[in-house]
């Protein structure tokens, strides 16, 4: 993805069954992918395994002090994000197209603390997002808040990812 992420929303589509989940970049450009329950399901898995690998936490002696490390973390970096921002509209340039893709393969490679995810429709190009841990704390509450709003039952995949996010609805 050229440039870096600008703005990341995730909204509930019933009509859909799905969830839209948008990327604008600071170069203007936007990236649009409708995720399933299944893929919302590999994208949680992920991203917790992403932010238990922080050694700040992973080191820690006790659950307990694990868990008190986690949150306090998981509090510096959604105190960071401003998820009351509304989503940019205009002028925006639509590299994959202006039709939203099915996300489809999900690709993660991690660059000590940095996660390289890319998203992937079944044919043709997607793209790869390059998320710290702060960021990944925002997109696990954002992705949290579009699975509650579903009524989606992902079981471990969301006791696993709650974990790492707050589970205060998140309204973008």
Known sequence: MPGSISQVQMLYHPEED?????VNSTTNQEFRFWITRRFAAMLLRVLAEHAESDPDISTQATLEARRAVQDFKQEQAINKADF????REEHAEF???EKTKLAFRLTCKRADSIL???IHPKIGEGITLQ????LNTSITQLLLSAVQKAQWNLGQQVVAAAAIADEKPVIN
Do not use: H, V
């Open 84 to 87: 009351n921002k509304p989503f």
């Open 95 to 97: 590299p994959l197209g």
């Open 116 to 118: 390289k995810l890319g």
């Open 18 to 22: 799905r969830i839209l989940f948008r």
């Open 131 to 134: 998320i710290d841990r702060n």
